[in-house]
């Protein structure tokens, strides 16, 4: 028995959600490594360090939600062959892609999270789940909608613009 103030039935519904956006966001934590190894071309440098940054909040989140599926008396997905059969987010293929391509599949990951965890926050605050509404809320969704605002934010086609010299050549 949890003493929580929660049904079995509310544990174990939060369970089930959480643990599929736990598998989503270990597979999303990798794909962010996998990218922060492959980066390269005129803006490698930034974008190294901001997907290694991004990856070591993911691994933060992949934590706290794998606790919270603890302390609701289930058991965390940990294993790496079962977050491989229970995940939602396609496989990347074998080897490098284009920047663009690579960033555009962590946007796409990242909205698949984001999609299951706003209607798993809805879900488990019905069912009076205050714990997990607040952890999906104030960290799965806030952490993931600021990220992909940072990786669509590289994907901003500009044009290259010659600066005025002040009437020098």
């Given at each position: 028995m949890f003493p929580l103030g929660l049904s079995f039935d509310a544990r174990m519904y939060s369970c089930q959600?959480?643990?599929q956006i736990l598998a989503?966001?270990?597979?999303?934590?990798?794909?962010?490594k996998k990218h922060h190894w492959l980066m390269r071309g005129p803006t490698f440098y930034?974008?190294?360090?901001?997907?290694d940054k991004h990856a070591e909040e993911q691994v933060k989140l992949v934590?706290?939600?794998?606790?919270?599926?603890?302390?609701?008396?289930?058991v965390a997905v940990g294993d790496p062959r079962h977050v491989a059969e229970i995940t939602v987010i396609p496989r990347p293929p074998d080897g490098a892609e284009e920047v663009p391509a690579m960033l555009s599949r962590l946007v796409e990951a990242h909205e698949t999270i984001l999609v299951a965890c706003h209607d798993a926050a809805a879900r488990t605050q019905e069912m009076g789940d205050d714990g997990t509404?607040?952890?999906?809320?104030?960290?799965?969704i806030r952490t993931g909608e600021i990220q992909t605002w940072f990786l669509i934010e590289h994907l901003v086609n500009t044009k290259l613009v010659e600066a005025p010299h002040n009437g020098r050549r």
């Open positions: 959600r959480l643990n989503d966001t270990q597979i999303l934590y990798n794909l962010y930034q974008l190294h360090l901001l997907l934590d706290l939600i794998a606790e919270r599926v603890q302390t609701l008396g289930g509404n607040d952890l999906l809320v104030s960290e799965v």
